[in-house]
């Protein structure tokens, strides 16, 4: 399979803040957004996960890099990857392009958990995320 | 019993947007964080009702008028009072106060739900709300 | 002129909250994204107004209608229209339809101004808005 | 000086999601209100460096570990300490307490810049993080 499509958006006046550009905790709710993307596009919707009380994947880490002013109408493509997958979490980054340069990145970490601690991932969603990124393979 | 406290904020950054005022659907987002403060007050923390399935009370309407810009840094007290109380509904009406000037109001209705539809508010609260709004009596 | 098209969007898990639904005040967030499409559409992007310091558009009141419960993973049309044009302001209004039926609605009134007060709106604006509203006309 | 005041909130609805807790991109929006909260302690209030057009703080790094379930309703204390300062840049390091338990940690790094690039710290605020962080001298 192909890689994910990217996640792309506008940036709206509500992702601004009086300094005039991104307000830069608004970086990782859009790499949410494309993780939510991602997880729709392998089949797991998140919503369904939810709703179905299986295994959560909460984040236990987050990190983000700033390399440019994001401004508002800027046109972003966000490129999700899984960058590591193991027994019981995941990892994405995500790249935030503009005009083809990369403006920001994004970092988040999934661990597989019931309200009783870590668990294994859904073997057929850890086929998928090695599907779609055949280099960690 | 006297009114309830003032709900105090002080706008923070991501409250602004890049017209260098806040953006306007924050304003609700205090007005609710006033509604929650009110509703602990009165013994009816918003957070039990939840977790414990009683009779939750989702809005059915909100409005706001925007009188005056409302800045980074401004300090805004938010004077939540109980307009309306019938069986299976309340209405708040909330008003915005920057230096005693009123910037804006804010107001929303709530009706007591379960998954059936419209229920009568829990009686233990609408004593409640009735006892800090004695104008409504 | 065609009705601009509907603003179109999947309800995210940070648009939820606790008690399972959309968060009410992300409504107006979603309202003013279609807002801003519509502005874009008719050639007056929210992005070049601020930073070209024209007159502003702000918003003096804002209202929205929560007819139906909306849920993570819920697909969404806004159709947003001009509700009423005057020479200094206009009201858009704004559906909200899952599956074709209607589960929310809002109305936000903008203001032209400068930072002296009112003023009226750009001609070539007041012209756009008329020309995809014709029952304004 | 004494280490700055904890910041300190109660998570509110809009703070949570449907799956219950708080959404993980809200605790840099927390992370943010301790660092304004902080600044103004030292004399240097952002909206004030923002509209006197002094030379920005930008974010250029942020990341967040979290360690336990964040529940709607908890009382949580933000401690903010100044953990690198430099020429051009300082950091911050934040720990999320409840009820005396570290339940998520952020780091926010922050580099001086004008619109033509880094500059250096302005010397008195430089001063002030040394003076509010012992340890760094």
Known sequence: MNSP?????????????????????????????????????????LDELIRNDEP???????????????????????HARVSDLAERHFTLTSDFLRDGERVASCTTKHVAATENGAVALPSGLAERLQDICPRLG
Chains 1, 2, 3, 4 share one sequence.
């Open 5 to 45: 499509a990217p996640h792309t958006f506008t940036v709206q006046l509500h992702d601004t803040d009086a300094a005039g550009v991104m307000f830069f905790a608004h970086l990782f709710r859009h790499a949410h957004d494309a993780y939510e993307g991602l997880m729709a596009e392998v089949g797991y919707p």
């Open 56 to 78: 959560r994947l909460p984040l236990v880490h987050a990190e983000a890099d700033f390399l440019r002013p994001i401004r508002h109408g800027d046109r972003i493509e966000v």
